[in-house]
């Protein structure tokens, strides 16, 4: 066993019939007892990740999608900021989905993010995602109005039908090659206050805090059974959910870079092998080279 999947696969949930939310310890380090342990590894995984997005980018067959949900403070955008730093940006594309826009609640609630997938070659991070339409839209049932769907079509089974859409969805992207690791930076809440408090007495973290953040923490029983149910709906092999402990910085960073390595590994991706044509055609223009200034 590997590193990265030593590392990654007790978090990783296949098939998430099984999965409950009271099993997963936001404050678990794994095997990382020390930060230091943890940005060894962390350093290693960047390393690894850097050279698995060069043959991604060379092969230009395959695509991945990184999709991180969280509760906020949870620190998505310090995994993408530290878990992403030595990836090359020409092959990397990072979308922030906030409040739909007017253009967006005139389409499906699938169509933003459809239009925002990787290229192949491409890795794509989602800073949230589809995913929000089964969780805040199911704690704000209200905000189903701003879409304007038809009456007809809300009914009591709609959670069971977007998780429905979303499996065929992914499963169509699994098959055409769009690889989805999708991970869920699990937080306590007490651990978000005090990531909250410290916004809150830092200056120079003072834009990150929002009184609606607070606002949300009211709802937060509602949200952990919305997360449960969002990952047990919507865990497949092609398409598993990673709750990731969050509590710690440093492991979480550490984790997503591992799951992110294990299964790019998985891709065997390679550069592109040169047929006996292009090598002589290659040969034709070094010789052509060498007999030039």
């Not at 099984?18 to 095997?31: E, Q, W």
């Not at 930060?35 to 698995?52: F, N, P, T, V």
């Not at 991070?125 to 079509?153: A, G, Q, T």
């Not at 299964?263 to 550069?271: F, N, P, Q, T």
């Amino acid at each position: 066993m590997s590193w990265a999947s030593k590392l990654s696969d007790p978090y990783r949930i296949d098939h998430g019939k099984k999965f409950r939310l009271k099993d997963s310890d936001p404050a678990d380090t794994g095997y990382c007892r020390t930060q230091e342990h943890a940005q060894e590894l962390l350093d290693k995984g960047i390393a690894d990740m850097r050279g698995l997005q060069d043959k991604l980018y060379a092969q230009g067959k395959w695509a991945v999608l990184i999709i991180l949900q969280a509760m906020d403070a949870a620190g998505k955008d310090g995994v993408i900021k530290h878990v992403m730093s030595g990836v090359n940006p020409q092959g990397c594309q990072v979308y922030p989905f906030k409040q739909p826009s007017l253009e967006d609640l005139n389409h499906d609630y699938m169509w933003r993010a459809n239009r925002r997938l990787p290229e192949r070659g491409h890795i794509g991070i989602f800073n949230r995602s589809y995913y929000e339409e089964v969780l805040v839209v199911r704690v704000h049932p209200d905000l189903l109005k701003n879409e304007r769907i038809p009456d007809e079509l809300i009914g009591k089974n709609i959670w069971q039908d977007r998780f429905e859409d979303i499996r065929n969805a992914e499963r169509h992207l699994a098959r055409n090659g769009i690889m989805i690791l999708k991970f869920f930076l699990n937080i306590s809440k007490k651990e978000q206050k005090r990531r909250f408090l410290e916004r809150l007495d830092n200056p120079e973290k003072n834009w990150k805090f929002s009184a609606a953040d607070v606002r949300e923490r009211e709802f937060w029983d509602e949200y952990m059974t919305a997360y449960e149910k969002m990952i047990s709906a919507t865990s497949k092999k092609h398409a598993p959910w990673y709750a990731v402990p969050a509590d710690n910085k440093w492991y979480t960073r550490v984790v997503v870079a591992a799951a992110i390595v294990n299964a790019m590994e998985a891709l065997k991706v390679s550069y592109p092998e040169v047929s006996p044509k292009e090598r002589k055609q290659l040969l034709a223009a070094r010789k052509e080279l060498e007999g030039k200034k």
